[in-house]
């Protein structure tokens, strides 16, 4: 259970103060990057989100390789911890920024394989939102690469102790909201829950 518990880290409640955090040095450093990294957590974000909500709402979804939806927990934390490793490495040595740059997708996708699946999502669901972060975050940081990113050791430290402290708070997800706009704007009675193969799936292997 130990993995279940670890999973919930990657929700909204400790990764989206990650992004504000990440803002915070870049607005500090280099004022332009802000901008295309609120595009980059913008444009993620909706990706995830307009999957949920054409399963949730008409119950489309990538049948053949089953997935229903992108896992948010897996592409928010490939994000975070990438870009976020990232800019840390390169305060003590910009040579370490890549390096740590792989760091962190090595982690992220660790994680998103043995903690958000199968506890929050289905292996290729976790990996398909891990894939969308890594691109993303790996993206971004190619943009910045000629730029000297320079954050205060104090702004990483209180950015790191804010973090800590949201992690600490009770989790909360969008799903239920996710589930009213989905049924909002499809009319459906109810939003999708599961698709129908895997309970298709479930039925015929009670059945053997």
């Given amino acids: 259970m130990m993995r279940a518990e670890l999973a919930q880290y990657g929700g ?10 990440i803002a915070v040095w870049l607005r500090y ?11 980059t957590v913008g444009l993620t974000y909706s990706i995830v989100a307009l999957s949920k909500l054409l399963f ?28 976020g490793l990232s800019l840390i490495a390169r305060q003590f040595n910009p040579a370490l920024r890549w390096p ?46 000629s730029e000297q990113v320079k954050v205060p050791l104090a702004f990483i430290g209180a950015g790191l102790v804010a973090l800590l402290a949201c992690a600490l708070m009770p989790k909360y997800n969008a799903e239920l909201l996710l589930n009213r706009v989905a049924v909002s704007l499809s009319g459906a009675e109810q939003a999708h829950r599961e698709p129908d193969w895997r309970q298709d799936g479930a039925a015929h292997d009670k059945a053997e």
């Fill in 12 to 21: 909204i409640t400790a990764m989206f103060p990650a992004a504000i955090i």
């Fill in 29 to 39: 450093s280099i004022p332009w990057a802000l901008r295309t990294w609120v595009m």
């Fill in 100 to 145: 740590a740059a792989l760091t962190g997708v090595l982690l992220g996708g660790v994680f998103s394989a043995y903690c958000v699946a199968p506890y929050i999502h289905p292996l290729n669901e976790a990996l398909a939102g891990a894939v969308l972060g890594m691109v993303a975050a790996l993206g971004f940081l190619w943009r910045i690469e």
């Fill in 56 to 83: 949730k709402g008409w119950g489309l979804a990538f049948q053949y390789m089953d997935i229903a939806v992108l896992s948010g927990h897996a592409m928010n934390t490939c994000l975070m911890l990438i870009v």
